[in-house]
């Protein structure tokens, strides 16, 4: 015959399909709004062990507790009983025979040990009916029905106390039908999370999912995500984490690292292809102006035609400080195709305070531009009339220091812009965070 249908344990749950291909129902709980697939005897278990349920069924926590009393009841009464009799006779059982004082020593002993192994197994059967933690299905009245009379797996939610036993449930016992030991549990599966993508803002996390009552009265929402359809009870951290699982979502973030909209780029399956790295900042640091002798053409060389340019001074001023350009410093330029310059200088800067500190200041980069342009950039005057958006003298720059006040330079990296103004050469340099 077909088995009953338990309406306390449908009406519990609410049922609903995750994704329109889905041909398994899901249902979630009404009490604790956790999801799980439709599985009547797995809702049974859940119900068992849910706090929010039993706190308002008191009814089934009391099933559960009398379910604990009758298997050990049940112990008791189907154990073997043994009592010492008159002249040392030995009974098994309410309506054992005895032997007389007068009969075989042996026979009397050989009892005896019979009669302390039956005692020693009767001790065993009442200590497991004591300290059992639920009792089989096969040991309930079958006239005490009830919506919970059933086997609850105690790795649900691990170690807990049924609501009004009292009885601890511990993790390695799996209770089953027909069965008096169990296998331990098994690990629980820890879900991976893609640790290369970027933290999700809050306001990220709402727009993913829909939220929606999913019962007229409850008091707790649930959250339906957009990308994958899966619902669950409503909690931004729990949002967050799903969404660094979801698969229609982790492939919207891809699209988002900017590596990824190149013309080339790598494969969706590479490592790479995931890395959502931060982007530097510019920030302008320091300007400094150097005061040039005249180019000193020295010839053509391996690469080029080479020049010597000769600082005789100048100042800089910035945001950690302020201070003079000595004398002395040296610029090599190396031409190429009269349009391209090479430029590669080292300078010696000192701050203005009462103790100076002295920083190295290298410069290298390229000055580009048209011909007639670079030509006119050569003559101190003429280089008054060209402006600085006609040509592009683009540098890196590396400061280096033993002075423990500014140490922090010797890890910092700055590029920058220039330009030809007289005889003076103007830097702006913007460090790289």
């Not at 604790?32 to 008191?58: D, F, G, I, S």
């Not at 926590?61 to 040392?88: F, N, P, R, T, Y």
């Not at 005057?381 to 922090?408: C, M, P, S, W």
Request: charged share 20%; with cysteine.
């Amino acid at each position: 015959m077909p088995r009953p249908i338990e309406a306390d344990v449908h009406s519990a749950f609410m049922e609903f399909r995750n994704a329109a291909e889905e041909k398994c129902m899901s249902v979630q709980c009404l009490f604790c709004h956790q999801v799980r697939a439709k599985n009547t005897t797995r809702q049974k278990q859940h119900l068992a062990q849910c706090t929010q349920y039993l706190a308002q069924h008191p009814e089934a926590a009391a099933a559960i507790k009398s379910s604990l009393e009758q298997h050990a009841q049940g112990h008791h009464d189907g154990s073997v009983h043994v009592s010492g009799g008159h002249g040392g006779a030995i009974s098994h059982g309410p309506a054992g025979h005895g032997h007389g004082a007068g009969q075989d020593n042996g026979g009397n002993n050989a009892n005896l040990n019979a009669g302390n192994q039956a005692q020693n197994q009767h001790q065993a059967a009442v200590n497991v009916g004591a300290n059992s933690v639920y009792p089989e299905p096969t040991s309930l009245d079958p006239h005490q029905h009830s919506n919970l009379g059933f086997t609850p797996n105690a790795r649900i939610n691990g170690t807990s106390t049924p609501h009004g036993t009292g009885t601890p449930i511990p993790q390695h016992v799996r209770p089953m039908s027909g069965a008096p030991s169990a296998p331990p549990a098994k690990r629980q599966k820890t879900k991976q999370t893609n640790p290369n993508l970027p933290e999700i803002p809050l306001t990220e996390v709402h727009a993913a999912f829909v939220e929606f009552q999913a019962k007229e009265g409850d008091k707790c929402l649930s959250a339906k995500c957009i990308y994958c359809n899966q619902v669950r009870a409503k909690n931004t951290s729990r949002q967050r984490e799903h969404l660094l699982q979801c698969p229609g979502y982790q492939a919207t973030m891809k699209d988002r690292i900017p590596a990824n909209n190149l013309l080339h780029h790598f494969d969706d399956d590479d490592v790479a292809a995931s890395l959502a790295l931060p982007t530097p900042t510019l920030e302008l640091d320091f300007r400094m102006s150097i005061r040039v002798k005249p180019k000193m053409n020295i010839g053509n060389g391996t690469y080029g035609r080479q020049s010597w340019i000769s600082c005789i001074g100048g100042q800089w001023a910035g945001r950690w400080g302020k201070g003079n350009v000595l004398a002395n410093g040296q610029d090599t330029q190396t031409s190429f195709k009269e349009t391209e310059t090479k430029i590669d200088a080292r300078y010696l800067i000192q701050t203005n305070e009462e103790n100076p500190a002295m920083i190295i200041c290298k410069v290298q980069g390229w000055w580009v531009g048209e011909k007639e342009i670079m030509e006119r950039l050569q003559d101190p005057v003429a280089a008054d009339n060209v402006a600085a958006n006609r040509y592009k003298l683009r540098v890196h720059i590396k400061l280096e220091t033993g002075d423990d006040r500014y140490e922090d330079l010797n890890s910092g990296i700055w590029v920058g812009s220039g330009c030809r103004r007289g005889a003076e050469i103007v830097y702006d340099a913007y460090r790289v965070n």
